[in-house]
């Protein structure tokens, strides 16, 4: 199967990537950051504690580190409590794009709430599960597995549990794991007709 970049499906529906206003990351990880480069001068948006973990993370955040520092932008948790996290950021003041401090996987590590236009709610989640089971059921990764990738254990159970607590709160929420295919078949495709 050929590789695609995360450029191809932006120019595959024919959108201009100069019209991106901003990428922004869940995480710092490579598997999270790689397809930066495919965006050159686009600001990419992150917490002071990730830009530190991107800065002393050693080789996990090479990838990271290797992006354009000067696309580079922090954002702090300006906002009140949202969604039982007690710190928010709301990036364009309207609420549909809110993000929350969830560490634990990574210092920095966000969820960001989507709000669509006809009102389809989203959270993505990044790592902080890698499966959607993660938070339904509260299965956190195996210990031996979380310990070596120097995840903060009781950081990454308080993030999980105000997630799960979302879950039962406000089913019409649509969780989606970074690694898990099945939030992403319910996210709407660009197309050309959008244009
Ligand atoms: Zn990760």
């Known amino acids: 199967m050929p590789l695609k970049t995360a450029a191809d499906p932006l120019d595959a529906a024919g959108y201009d990537r100069k019209c991106l206003r901003s990428i922004l990351l869940t995480h710092a990880h490579w598997d999270h950051v790689s397809g930066v480069t495919d965006f050159p001068g686009v600001p990419v948006l992150v917490t002071a504690a990730e830009h530190r973990f991107i800065n002393e993370g050693g080789w996990v955040t090479v990838t990271a580190r290797s992006m354009d520092k000067s696309q580079l932008r922090e954002y702090a948790f300006d906002g009140g409590p949202y969604l039982g996290f007690d710190h928010s950021h709301d990036l364009y003041g309207d609420g549909s794009i809110v993000m929350v401090p969830a560490p634990g996987h990574k210092p920095g590590s966000v969820v960001v709430f ?4 006809g009102g389809a709610r989203y959270a993505l989640v990044g790592d902080l599960a890698w499966q959607l089971e993660g938070i339904l059921e509260r ?4 210990w031996a597995t979380s310990k070596a990738m ?6 990454l159970r308080d993030s999980l549990l105000r997630m799960s607590a979302i879950v039962t709160r406000y089913p019409q929420i649509t969780i989606v794991p970074a690694l898990g295919a099945r939030g992403y078949v319910s996210l709407p495709q660009w197309s050309r007709s959008a244009l």
Not at 114 to 117: G, H, Q, V
Not at 150 to 155: L, N, P, Q, S
Request: net charge negative; no cysteine; proline share 14%.
């Open 150 to 155: 120097g995840e903060d254990a009781v950081a």
């Open 139 to 142: 299965e956190e990764r195996p």
């Open 114 to 117: 989507l709000t669509l236009p």
